[in-house]
């Protein structure tokens, strides 16, 4: 039933292993274990093995050596490109969700299986919480690793500026711990380009206060939701203020560091496809300054929709999760902005006419900004640098259900996104890519850079060093 996977060491392997083994006869658990949140890809891996610790991701890895496999590891399985699944043996992370909190040193030991609501549950009980995710089952170890950016980025950072710690399994089978004084290299690839290290088993990270209010009676920590103001003839000049507000604000250092909206035109379903200008809404901190700041925006042109309110830490973290649903095909790619096209006269009003004409309605385009104690610190800092080169990073994407009747328009709209990328709109975007939001297919000659050349050099020789026989196939540095 398991093909070519039988023989001493797969008996071996059974006998040792703490943690589970799965292979593609096992059916129902092994697909569960296949499942993304992207369905644009799907792999299909000769073997899983479900890891309970050091010893575990060890037993998996001198498993793939003596049969040839690549490995990829899977924790959130979150990712956009899939690359976690794509290993002939994924050693998956998943049943390793313990977290550590430190009430007093703020600061919090991350099992690499845990997803946002874990952390999220655990800290927010001490009014702490961690620069995370803004979907709750996203996987903190791999959006930690690849530079990650949340509600809280614009005060603390990106969430590799707050990483502290991790522990580690080499390609080589070796266990690690690794900060800055024990190995200040291997922890600066680990802030942004940390797949090459190996299996990280767990992260230290640091956490942050927030400030609890009362409202009806139940604690709250910020003012969120969501608004949408219909895009029609009638309302592009209103868009068109209300999107340059919140650019002037960026680029005048005006915009307070207790918010990080999102700006973007798309078609959500309850408009029955219709265009939108849609605004995430996230204050972290005063509900009543969160409602005077969304204010200024909505007395530009009252929204169609608004269901912001006081919420609490973990509410506040679900609002970006009806925006995209689970298991849709999603195609999307998020790079800094080109701030000279982006504030330039009339860049606002050429996206609302997109947005209006000639955009898929499957298509989204949309602006954010990184925050200040993110592009305040240097480039050089951490592996990543694609969400500090400028002060906005902006989006193109599309996504569409999971259903065959979607293909045809689906395969449009992805050539949009790529035209729209390299200019086709109005240049807005930098060949800088975010790697955690990225699975946008060019020729590998023009593909863009997730890192400066330099990172790519400091990275090679580390990877080099731990993973001569590129164990891990699918880490590679571009």
């Not at 699944?85 to 845990?114: F, H, Q």
């Not at 050099?457 to 891990?472: C, G, H, Q, V, Y």
């Amino acid at each position: 039933m398991e093909g070519e996977f039988v023989g001493a060491d797969v008996d071996e392997l059974k006998r040792l292993i703490r943690g589970k083994i799965l292979f593609r006869s096992d059916a129902e658990e092994y697909v569960e274990a296949t499942e993304c949140f992207n369905h644009d890809s799907r792999a299909s891996p000769a073997v899983i093995i479900q890891v309970l610790g050091a010893h575990d991701v060890q037993l998996a890895l001198n498993f793939a050596r003596g049969r040839g496999l690549s490995v990829s590891v899977a924790g959130g399985r979150h990712m956009f490109n899939n690359a976690s699944m794509s290993g002939d043996l994924v050693v998956d992370m998943r049943l390793m969700r313990s977290i550590n909190v430190d009430p007093k040193e703020k600061t919090a030991w991350v099992e690499a299986g845990a997803i946002v609501f874990d952390l999220d549950q655990e800290a927010v009980a001490h009014d702490l919480a961690g620069v995370t995710g803004q979907y709750y089952d996203t996987g903190i170890a791999g959006f930690t690793l690849g530079g990650g950016v949340g509600y809280l980025s614009p005060k603390h950072g990106l969430s590799v500026d707050n990483l502290l710690a991790v522990e580690v399994v080499t390609p080589s089978g070796e266990h690690l711990y690794i900060d800055d004084e024990t190995d200040p290299e291997k922890m600066w690839v680990a802030r942004g380009a940390g797949w090459n290290l190996g299996v990280v088993l767990r992260l230290k990270l640091k956490l942050h206060s927030l400030q609890a209010f009362q409202k009806d009676e139940k604690k709250v920590h910020g003012h969120a939701g969501l608004v949408m103001w219909a895009l029609t003839r009638d309302t592009v000049d209103p868009i068109v203020s209300i999107l340059e507000k919140y650019l002037h604000m960026v680029d005048s250092e005006k915009l307070p560091v207790d918010t990080q909206p999102l700006f973007a035109f798309g078609n959500p379903p309850p408009f029955g496809g219709a265009p939108v200008l849609l605004m995430q809404h996230v204050w972290v901190g005063n509900p009543a300054d969160g409602e005077a700041f969304l204010k200024e925006f909505t007395d530009i042109l009252p929204p169609t929709v608004n269901t912001c309110d006081a919420l609490d830490w973990v509410g506040i973290q679900a609002v970006h999760t009806p925006m995209f649903p689970k298991g849709h095909r999603y195609y999307l790619s998020m790079r800094a902005a080109n701030e000279e096209a982006l504030f330039r006269p009339g860049t606002v009003r050429t996206l609302a006419e997109t947005a209006l004409g000639d955009k898929p309605k499957e298509a989204l385009i949309a602006v954010i900004a990184s925050g200040k104690a993110c592009t305040e610190v240097p480039l050089e800092r951490t592996a990543c640098s694609s969400l500090r080169e400028s002060r906005i990073t902006c989006l193109a994407g599309c996504h569409v259900e999971d259903k065959e009747e979607h293909s045809e328009a689906y395969e449009k709209a992805k050539t949009w996104v790529r035209e729209t990328l390299v200019g086709g709109v109005v240049p807005i975007f930098k060949p800088s890519v975010y790697t955690n939001l990225d699975n946008v297919n060019f020729k590998e000659e023009s593909r863009p850079s997730a890192y400066a050349d330099t990172a790519k050099e400091r990275i090679a020789l580390i990877k080099s060093e731990l993973d001569p026989t590129n164990l891990f196939k699918f880490t590679k540095v571009r």
